[in-house]
């Protein structure tokens, strides 16, 4: 496995495994890589003879009060996992070299992104499409391969690749949890572990809610009203937003259809998690 921190190596490299015939699929990741990240890379190698994942903390994704100088950072462990994946090739540029000037463009999504993680991180979806986008460009891969936890995003990505042309294909695939329920990121190394065990209570009200709709539930305000009484019986919980919705504009649910997703977002401490659950009609 090569590792290159220059737009031009990259695509030399790209370049070369397509003379190759290979495909190529992407792996976008801010490092820190956990089994949910390698998980987006075995799905990546089902899809293309070449992988290439990039790791770039992205600063305009942060808001002023955000968590920038503390996102945790492992650049030799991360590119140990990737090459122990399969990956074929690490990108992993410096701030100077993704944002070479002072910047005239930048990527910013419509009503799609007015809720949610929209309205709790003002501005964080420009900044994720802005990376992406010059990603996707830099890279020119045939599949792109996303993780459903950050599910907004994921659904965002996939209407900017639509709604722009970009010649390829967004795949998404489930969240990995670990053995407690809880789904796999990389601020959850912030929670102490009283704060672990209480973070609990999101993945529990999440499966909760879908019990209900297994059950028949579908009205979503009821829908919404299980879950919260599960968040509301856990101490050192901060609801930040807990909602059903559909999933192709992101507005509320009142009644629960194919395209249905119970969405959630709670703040433990410092820490903010968030997490979902597709609801299959």
Same mark, same amino acid.
């Given at each position: ?6 737009? =031009? ?15 190529? =699929?992407?792996?976008?990741?801010? !490092?820190?890589?956990?089994? !949910? ?121 996939? =209407? ?122």
């Amino acid at each position: 496995m090569n590792v290159v921190t220059t737009i =031009a190596d990259v695509r030399a490299a790209v370049a070369a495994a397509r003379s190759r015939g290979e495909a190529v =699929a992407f792996v976008p990741t801010m !490092g820190a890589l956990h089994e !949910g990240h390698l998980s987006l890379v075995d799905a990546a190698r089902r899809r293309g003879g070449f992988v290439v994942l990039s790791i770039f903390v992205n600063p305009l994704q942060f808001g002023p009060n955000e968590d920038l100088a503390k996102y945790p950072r492992d650049m030799a462990g991360d590119t140990a996992r990737a090459a122990e994946r399969g990956t074929s090739l690490v990108f992993a540029p410096s701030v100077d070299e993704i944002y070479r000037r002072e910047r005239t463009i930048e990527i910013r999504p419509l009503k799609f992104a007015d809720d949610w993680e929209g309205a709790s991180r003002p501005g964080h979806f420009t900044g994720v499409l802005t990376i992406v986008a010059k990603l996707f460009n830099i890279v020119q891969p045939d599949v792109a391969v996303f993780g459903q936890k950050d599910l907004q995003q994921a659904c965002l990505v996939q =209407a900017m690749t639509r709604e722009l042309d970009f010649p390829l294909e967004v795949q998404v695939e489930p969240t990995v949890r670990d053995s407690d329920g809880l789904a796999l990121s990389s601020r959850n190394q912030f929670l102490s572990p009283r704060e672990r065990k209480a973070a609990l209570a999101l993945p529990r009200a999440l499966t909760r809610l879908r019990a209900a709709h297994r059950s028949g539930v579908r009205t979503g305000a009821e829908l919404e009203r299980v879950a919260e009484e599960v968040l509301a019986a856990e101490p050192g919980i901060e609801l930040d937003y807990l909602a059903v919705v559909d999933t192709r504009t992101f507005k509320r649910a009142r009644t629960v259809g194919a395209h249905a997703a119970a969405i959630g977002a709670v703040r433990i401490g410092t820490t903010r998690l968030i997490d979902n659950e597709l609801l299959q009609p």
